[in-house]
Structure formats: structure tokens, C-alpha cells
């Protein structure tokens, strides 16, 4: 790929280390620590150019991860059907506190509520909602029409989205035996998610259509004209203009409301997109793919070209003060960037 030089680098190498197999799966905490998963089954800690694995390689894979609010807790589940839950406290060591053993199927997706002790995930075509201070399953709803792909709570926690076929269900938080809000797709939803301010619910679909709901005030709008699935959507942090990303095979699509229509331009990798989103508190928006490169982009400017992989990269996650950009290789790289001196304020 020829990019043009980079005169001054805003993020620079911090950290690199190697698992046995895939990263599956990247999250920070609310106060600055990095979990990490892999396909071997491998679960690690980072905080500040220190690891800490908790598991070694085992004989399943672990598939989805998340952080309580308050950042104390980590929930992380698989193929094997459990869903663990740590403790997570700065200068202890990190401590298994139970284990969900509802169903012994696979579990890859699930949600931390984004204030309270309560945790969403999937098993097949339903969703557990689990409290953490009772430990119990509290209700469990039913997505029907297919096994559910993603879970995307509302920013103030009052509304849960699950994308499957046929679209997005939305249940409300404070009446879960209410009917769910149905927002439909031709075909099915791969990824929902909500905007920062909660107005706007994005869903990427699988026949090649980008879905946009201005919550309450529908009807949708239906992007058409992709070349593939639309496999990943995020929302920019902004709150003053809503602008999403949206990813397709090698392109991502950023699309902006202004002067009452959608606006949009692509930008481009080489090879299959695998990972992408926005810098807290920044318009910088990370993007990672099968060719080896992760991107910076600021609009429709590249800024910085990042290759630290072999064979593709497979996630990516921003510290949630974007101090730190983490990277996870399909060969098993875990690679940690910090904001440089000469980077800092960009943005």
C-alpha cells in the first residue's frame, strides 16, 4: 500500500507481546486496564507495560469480553458455555469471583449494563439478563427468529438492542415482558450499535444495506449500494453532528447527518476490514484489516499507518482516555501504542 510519508508520528510502540493463538477480543476498563482473549482460550491483564495472565492456553475458545461501568468486574465467555466473572482491582490480583453455568452452549456476545451490576448475553436465540450483587438470572428474553449476533445498551442504560435475522429488537430496561420495539432489515442485523448521545441506532446488515434510526422518530433510513455485508458499525464520540462508521469488505464508509440528509465517503484498506473505532474524545478513527496495516484517519485524511502484524490483524481497542491504542494479530500479537508527545492534543 503507498501512503505518503508521516512527518511527525502521533502514536509510537509501547508494548508487544505474543499468546499461543488468535486474539479474539480487546476491552479496556473504565480506569485504564486492558483484557485481552484468544481462540486458545488465554485471558490476560495488562496495566501500565505490566501482564498478568490469567489463563493459560486451554482446549476451548474464549469469544466475547466486557467490563462492568465501573470498571471492577470483567465478564468473559466462549465456546465452552460459562460466562467467569473477575474482579478487577488496581494493585490485587485479579480474582475469579463466580461462574454462569446456565446453558452449556456457545456464548459470543455479551454487555455490561452501563451503570448498574447487570450483564447481557446470549445463548442461541435468547438473552440471560444476569445481576451481579443477587447472582441470579433476573429475566431471559426470547430473539426468536434466529440465535442473537450483537447486544448494544442505550448510553443511560434504559434500553438493550440485539441484532438477528430480521432486524434489531429493543426492550426496555425498567419492563422487560413488554413487547420489543422492532426495527426491521431486509435480510438480517450483523452489528447495532447506539450513538454517544443515544438519538441514533445504527445496524449493519447482511445484504449489503447500512440501517439509520432516529430513535422516536422513525421511519428508518436504508443505505443501499454496499458491496458486501456490513459487518461492523460505531459511532463517532461527537455529540454535535452524528457520524458513523460503517465496515464492508475492504471500505469503510463514514456517513454524517447534515442539513437534513445523510453525507458520506469511503475510505479504503487493501484487504477485508476486521476491526474499527473512534478515539474517545476525538474525531481519530482506527481501522485494521487482513493487510497487515492499521490505519489513523481524521476525516478523509490518513494520518499514521501502523504495521506491527504478520499475518492480519484481528481487533483493536482504544484506553479510554486515548492514551493508548491496543492491537490483536491473528497470529497471536498483542501490540500496545502510546500517544506520543508530538501526537498529544491531536485530534
Known amino acids: ?17 505474543q499468546f499461543a493463538e488468535y486474539i479474539t477480543g480487546l476491552t479496556w476498563s473504565s480506569a485504564g486496564t486492558l483484557a485481552v482473549i484468544t481462540a486458545a482460550g488465554e485471558l490476560a491483564i495488562w496495566q501500565e507495560n505490566n501482564l498478568n495472565l490469567l489463563t493459560s492456553p486451554l482446549n476451548y475458545s474464549l469469544n466475547c469480553l466486557g467490563f462492568s461501568g465501573e470498571g471492577k468486574y470483567l465478564a468473559v465467555a466462549g465456546q465452552k458455555g460459562e460466562v467467569q466473572i473477575w474482579q478487577v482491582v488496581e494493585n490485587l490480583d485479579p480474582e475469579l469471583v463466580t ?33 451481579l450483587d ?26 438493550l438492542a440485539a441484532s438477528g435475522h430480521g432486524g434489531v429488537k429493543v426492550w426496555q ?18 452489528d447495532c450499535a447506539w450513538s454517544v448521545d443515544g438519538q441514533y441506532l445504527g445496524s449493519g446488515n447482511l445484504d449489503r444495506t447500512l440501517t439509520l434510526l432516529h430513535w422516536d422518530h422513525p421511519p428508518s433510513w436504508l443505505m443501499q449500494g454496499f458491496p458486501g455485508k456490513v459487518s461492523q458499525v460505531t ?10 462508521a460503517a465496515a464492508c469488505q475492504e471500505g469503510i464508509t463514514l456517513w454524517q447527518y447534515a442539513q437534513n ?3 458520506s465517503h469511503i475510505l479504503q484498506h487493501e484487504q477485508t476490514i476486521k476491526a474499527i473505532a473512534f478515539a474517545p474524545h476525538s474525531s481519530i478513527l482506527a481501522t485494521a484489516g487482513d493487510d497487515n496495516y492499521l490505519q489513523l484517519w481524521q476525516g478523509k485524511k490518513l494520518i499514521q499507518s501502523l504495521t506491527e502484524v504478520a499475518n492480519g490483524y484481528s481487533c483493536l481497542a482504544w484506553h479510554p482516555r486515548g492514551k493508548y491504542l491496543a492491537a490483536g494479530g491473528q497470529n497471536g500479537e498483542l501490540i500496545i501504542w502510546q500517544q506520543s508527545l508530538a501526537g498529544k492534543g491531536f485530534g
Open 235 to 244: 459511532w463517532s464520540p461527537n455529540q454535535n453532528q452524528p457520524l458513523l
Open 134 to 159: 443477587s447472582q441470579k438470572i433476573i429475566t431471559t428474553l426470547d430473539f426468536a427468529d434466529s440465535s442473537v449476533f450483537n447486544l448494544a445498551w442505550h448510553p443511560q442504560g434504559k434500553l
Open 99 to 131: 461462574t454462569i453455568t446456565d446453558e452449556k452452549v456457545w456464548i459470543d456476545s455479551l454487555a455490561w449494563h452501563p451503570t448498574a451490576r447487570v450483564l447481557a448475553f446470549t445463548v442461541n436465540r435468547q438473552i440471560k439478563i444476569w445481576d
Open 173 to 190: 430496561s425498567d419492563n422487560w415482558i413488554r413487547q420489543p420495539y422492532r426495527l426491521q432489515v431486509p435480510g438480517a442485523s450483523l
Open 1 to 17: 500500500m503507498s501512503t505518503k510519508p508521516i512527518q511527525r508520528k502521533q502514536f509510537q510502540l509501547s508494548d508487544r507481546y
Open 261 to 263: 440528509q445523510w453525507q
